[in-house]
């Protein structure tokens, strides 16, 4: 393959539409390769905007903006990182011959709960939890009762978990009903989702493109309100339970089609194994992998969209921690102590303009060799030793 410079009549050109801290990751990547990176996002100096060579801010939901920015700016490659995008936009431009990363059609599909949650159940038939859409409360307090408590309330589409709770009886209906409306994303229709009592949760990392499909190790992880605290990789399981979620993945991401990198959330119970969710990008819980491969799960992405092989070495076990800022301020400052950084522990600092209350700022990284467990006890200490104001 040969590898044009940047800013150049024969460049290659990735466009990303969303510019978070995931994004900024993909951007460093394809940079390394020489590709010409552009940012775009809803607000100004977004993570991937301090590295891209291009960025711009527009609505991202505004169809004629987006398709004005991939028109101008005639990308090899637009890769979708956020859910809250004009879809129409995405299928206008394949339809104008721009390569949408996996496909528009891919995008439709996981960016909306509902969407997702028919095809893999209804027409893949993958194994998983019970679930009702719904428009009002009325019908809400129905489902619920039906589906029964604990019960998983979410918006059909938000991002990073915003707008889910789980209702323990109908006092918490109201509350619940609250919570997802508030959500940034489309909150005109939810979905109530049986509680499983699973045994844990993984993230299985899945990469294809026309070289074949692999398969990271899984990773565990933690999650509060919906949004991942800790992960860490390997997840210890069964052979069985591993071989059936790589049949899970492998049958979702054939379904979607396309090529790039998939995070595919399942549910283990036992050496039962239940979808979850599917994003059709890096995810969030993948961090870890910065840490314990030798390709990131961003080096794999774009590997993946170059067509490159996907080969890369497993260097061992590892955790993430997320800090999450305790202000709110326009010149947050994130403190970290001198010793979180050693040989097998750093920080990663995203460099967001902007900290309220709970948003995600930086991330613990952590390894050891041989123990999960370990990397994990010790980013949890190492996110300790982290601050903002």
């Not at 995008?85 to 709960?113: Q, Y």
């Not at 019908?139 to 998983?152: D, Q, R, T, Y």
């Not at 870890?288 to 969209?305: C, K």
């Amino acid at each position: 393959m040969q590898f044009p410079a940047p800013l150049k009549a024969n460049s290659i050109k990735i466009l990303l539409l969303g510019s978070g801290e995931l994004g900024k990751e993909v951007i460093i990547e394809a940079q390394r390769l020489g590709v010409e990176t552009v940012a775009v996002d809803s607000y100004a100096n977004a993570p991937a905007h301090l590295v891209a060579n291009t960025s711009y801010v527009i609505d991202m939901k505004n169809e004629n903006e987006v398709l004005d920015v991939i028109r101008r700016e005639k990308p090899n490659f637009i890769l979708p990182e956020v859910e809250a995008i004009s879809i129409s936009a995405l299928f206008e431009a394949e339809k104008e011959g721009f390569h949408v990363i996996p496909n528009a059609e891919a995008v439709n599909k996981t960016m909306n709960r509902k969407n997702i949650r028919v095809f893999a159940c209804e027409e893949l038939k993958l194994p998983a939890s019970k679930y009702e859409f719904v428009k009002t409360f009325d019908e809400l307090e129905n489902s619920a009762n039906k589906i029964g408590f604990p019960c998983v309330i979410k918006p059909v589409m938000s991002s990073s978990g915003h707008g889910q709770s789980i209702a323990y009886s109908d006092d918490d209906l109201e509350k619940s009903w609250e919570i997802a409306k508030e959500a940034r994303g489309d909150a005109s229709e939810l979905i109530v989702e049986e509680f499983i009592t699973f045994d844990y949760e993984i993230t299985l990392l899945t990469v294809r493109n026309e070289t074949g499909t692999i398969f990271c190790e899984p990773i565990g992880h933690i999650q509060k309100d919906g949004d991942y605290i800790f992960s860490w990789q390997p997840m210890e399981m069964s052979e069985l339970a591993k071989q059936r979620s790589i049949d899970v993945a492998q049958k979702i991401t054939d379904g979607l089609g396309g090529r790039g990198l998939f995070g595919v959330e399942l549910f283990i119970k036992g050496d039962e194994v239940y979808f979850s969710e599917v994003s059709p990008r890096p995810h969030d819980t993948g961090m870890v992998t910065m840490i314990t491969q030798s390709q990131s799960e961003f080096a794999l992405h774009v590997r993946a969209v170059l067509g490159l092989p996907l080969d890369y070495i497993d260097y061992g076990a590892g955790a993430s921690a997320a800090y999450k800022a305790k202000n709110d301020t326009f010149t947050p400052v994130v403190e970290a102590h001198s010793s979180i950084f050693t040989k097998n522990s750093y920080l990663r600092v995203f460099g967001k303009p902007q900290s309220h209350v709970g948003r995600r700022m930086a991330v613990a990284l952590s390894f050891d060799k041989n123990s999960s467990e370990t990397a994990l006890e010790n980013a949890k200490e190492l996110i300790k030793k982290v601050s903002d104001k």
